[in-house]
T-cell receptor, first 110, second 113 residues
């Protein structure tokens, strides 16, 4: 399983775009990149996953460069309710054994 | 549909006591997981079950046992609880081989005195 590295914390203001980068140098050919969001006292919630290039859904975008050694989660126009911990995971085929890192604590200020 | 349910929500044990945490899902997902999360830390995988009838160790399996009773249920047992096992325990499910989205339960907050 590829080890992931993320910033420990980030601050932002409401209305700004936030980009959280994750490095995963040892990603394997068949691995996918997934991101989760966790609020206090709740289980993580899936946000987005991707394999290469760019993926966009209703809440976020995920940018993956050609070498796939890193990925960037982009949250457009954050609000106070986006204050949470964000985890980047590299998932092997079938996704059976999953390792969460320490995550990035995002704090959105008014 | 209830999704992923966990019982109990809270539990206080004394050192050396045993207990079983229950997890059930009604989403017909193949894979199930047990994680623990210590205060201010990320999740650590204890055990997982890729499919009914199989279980495998995760990062921190020592002091725990699991049973995949059927496709719906995956239990976690602490045979002799220790203060170091004080944590929040999350159960999660995964639909299948081609879908990497895990669905989490609400968690069980366990305190071992």
């Amino acid at each position: 399983l590829a080890k992931t590295t993320q910033p420990i914390s980030m601050d932002s203001y409401e209305g700004q775009e936030v980009n959280i980068t994750c490095s995963h140098n040892n990603i394997a050919t068949n691995d996918y990149i997934t991101w989760y969001q966790q609020f206090p006292s709740q289980g993580p919630r899936f946000i987005i996953q991707g394999y290469k290039t760019k993926v966009t859904n209703e809440v976020a975008s995920l940018f993956i460069p050609a070498d796939r050694k890193s990925s960037t989660l982009s949250l457009p126009r954050v609000s106070l309710s986006d204050t949470a911990v964000y985890y980047c995971l590299v998932v092997g085929t079938g996704g059976f054994k999953t390792i969460f890192g320490a995550g990035t604590r995002l704090f959105v200020k008014a | 549909n209830a999704g992923v349910t966990q019982t109990p929500k809270f539990q206080v044990l004394k050192t050396g006591q045993s207990m079983t945490l229950q997890c059930a899902q009604d989403m017909n997902h193949n894979s199930m997981y047990w994680y623990r999360q210590d205060p201010g830390m990320g999740l650590r995988l204890i055990y997982y079950s890729a499919s009914e009838g199989t279980t495998d160790k995760g990062e921190v399996p020592n002091g725990y046992n699991v049973s995949r009773l059927n496709k719906r249920e995956f239990s976690l047992r602490l045979e002799s609880a220790a203060p170091s096992q004080t944590s929040v325990y999350f159960c999660a499910t995964l639909p299948g081989v081609t879908n990497n989205e895990q669905f989490f339960g609400p968690g069980t907050r366990l305190t071992v005195l």
